[in-house]
């Protein structure tokens, strides 16, 4: 985990090849996804304005590499670059707009397309077609049951368009699976090509 809700940011993670998910969890520990960030972005961000605390759950769901950089480091470097701060808020600003853009997804589409708009993020946010996702996380990341998760990867596979074996899935057709998510998968996706923090290179 990299922080509990209500945590002090002490860290900002930049993932390079895995995957952080922002979650919320209720009282009776069921837990939800607002949001998730790869390497298109970072988790802890906010905290380049000052101290504060997360609002959320924030865990690597995907395992990967990530760059770290102390809080007080970070803040130090953001309160010398106003093109800095302008990137952290827009960032953020795109974040608070998945995690609406999510919760309408939850409320409305089907868990098929659900599940099909999640691994196309996923693919994107980590760079790979291929993760190691078992039915359980799936389940409480869409909020279903894990037997309707089976039933969702099992008729995907039939259709060609993905590989699920022993947590492991694999996209094999990925127009298909574009073809059968939901219109939020594009919303999100041009959200966070317009928010892209800088590339490797271009941090470095």
């Not at 106003?82 to 990137?87: P, V």
């Not at 808020?89 to 939850?106: D, I, V």
């Amino acid at each position: 985990m990299c922080y509990d809700a209500g945590d002090p940011i002490n860290q900002v993670y930049f993932p390079q090849t895995g995957m952080i998910s922002l979650l919320v969890t209720t009282g009776g520990g069921k837990i939800v996804e607002t949001s998730s960030v790869g390497r298109e972005g970072a988790v802890g961000l906010q905290c380049g304005n000052g101290p504060c605390r997360s609002f959320t759950r924030a865990i690597v769901q995907i395992g990967g590499n990530f760059w770290v950089i102390s809080s007080p480091r970070f803040e130090a470097t953001t309160s010398r670059s106003a093109e800095l701060r302008e990137l952290i808020f827009t960032y953020t600003e795109t974040l608070w707009a998945e995690a609406q853009q999510n919760a309408a997804c939850n409320a409305i589409h089907d868990g098929s397309s659900r599940l099909c708009r999640w691994l196309l993020q996923c693919a994107d946010r980590t760079g790979s077609e291929r993760m190691l996702l078992t039915q359980e996380f799936l389940a409480e990341m869409l909020g279903v049951r894990r037997t309707t998760v089976t039933l969702l990867a099992q008729e995907l596979q039939k259709l060609g368009i993905l590989r699920y074996s022993r947590g492991k899935i694999t996209i094999l057709d990925r127009a298909a699976l574009e073809g059968c998510a939901c219109e939020c998968y594009e919303v999100i996706r041009k959200l966070s090509t317009v928010a892209a923090l800088p590339t490797p290179s271009q941090r470095s």
